[in-house]
């Protein structure tokens, strides 16, 4: 099974009101591991930056005052793809992965957006799983969002300082894995620190073919009993095919 954990940064809160995306980041999941596998864009919003969302993320400073040099370090966006130059490969990335979005729909309004005024098919809503509604379902009354839980599973999260979408993906992915049932969702087993699995074998354990076939629990008596039994069903018995 195929996810794509996502997050994206904006000018604002409503895009039907002027709003762009800015950065978008996405990591890979496959059986709920990840593969190494990352997608990550920042975008020219074609606007300035509000101060309010650069508080937040720390993105275009050249945007807020197009004479001011961005301090070393800080992401810059004046020379940035617009959304319509990255589209296609976006679209390939995701696919039809089940995406994992943290208010899922926040970003789905944005990208939806976006999509649209580009011509693009929209993508629809259930193909979010919204992460903010599990952890509320999960953990009623108590707080939310991606600093909490990171807190609740003792995440580190200490280098996020800002907002940024391809490391809030990343710490996305370690509280889905918590919220949906742990890190090892699959049931294999875990190494504990001396490099051994939860059942005594070392690492280098492989399963291999057993050098000798088990004894067959079912009795002579049993085996013949069955044997009459199928001779009664006639020629057409599947038990003869």
Same mark, same amino acid.
């Given at each position: 099974m195929r996810?794509?954990?996502?997050?994206?940064?904006?000018?604002?809160?409503?895009?039907?009101?002027g709003d762009r995306i800015v950065e978008i980041g996405a990591v890979e999941l496959i059986g709920h591991v990840p593969t190494g596998r990352t997608y990550h864009q920042y975008i020219n919003p074609?606007?300035?930056?509000p101060i309010e969302a650069f508080g937040v993320h720390g993105i275009g400073p050249d945007l807020l005052e197009p004479a001011q040099d961005p301090k070393p370090g800080?992401?810059?966006?004046?020379?940035? !793809?617009? %959304?319509?130059?990255? @589209?296609q490969d976006f679209v390939n990335f995701i696919g039809d992965a089940k995406l994992v979005i943290h208010n899922a729909a926040?970003?789905?309004?944005?990208?939806?957006?976006?999509?649209?005024?580009?011509n693009r098919?929209?993508?629809?809503?259930?193909q979010a799983v919204d992460t903010l509604a599990i952890a509320r379902r999960k953990f009623p009354g108590s707080p939310a969002s991606l600093d909490a839980l990171c807190r609740r599973f003792a995440i580190n999260n200490s280098s996020r300082t800002l907002h940024g979408a391809l490391l809030d993906s990343e710490i996305l992915a370690e509280v889905y894995l918590e919220?949906?049932?742990?890190?090892? !969702?699959? %049931?294999?087993?875990? @190494?504990?620190t001396r490099?051994?699995?939860?059942?005594?074998?070392?690492?280098?354990w492989r399963p291999m073919p057993r050098p000798h076939a088990l004894a067959p629990k079912l009795t002579t008596q049993e085996a013949a009993a069955?044997?009459?039994?199928?001779?009664?069903l006639g020629d057409g018995a599947i038990w003869k095919n």
């Open positions: 996810e794509i954990v996502l997050d994206t940064e904006t000018t604002g809160f409503e895009p039907h009101e074609q606007r300035s930056m800080q992401e810059t966006l004046r020379d940035k !793809p617009l %959304f319509k130059d990255i @589209a926040f970003d789905m309004k944005f990208l939806n957006a976006e999509l649209g005024w580009v098919p929209l993508l629809p809503m259930d919220l949906i049932g742990g890190r090892q !969702p699959d %049931f294999a087993l875990a @190494a504990d490099g051994q699995s939860a059942g005594g074998r070392s690492d280098e069955h044997a009459a039994f199928v001779e009664q």
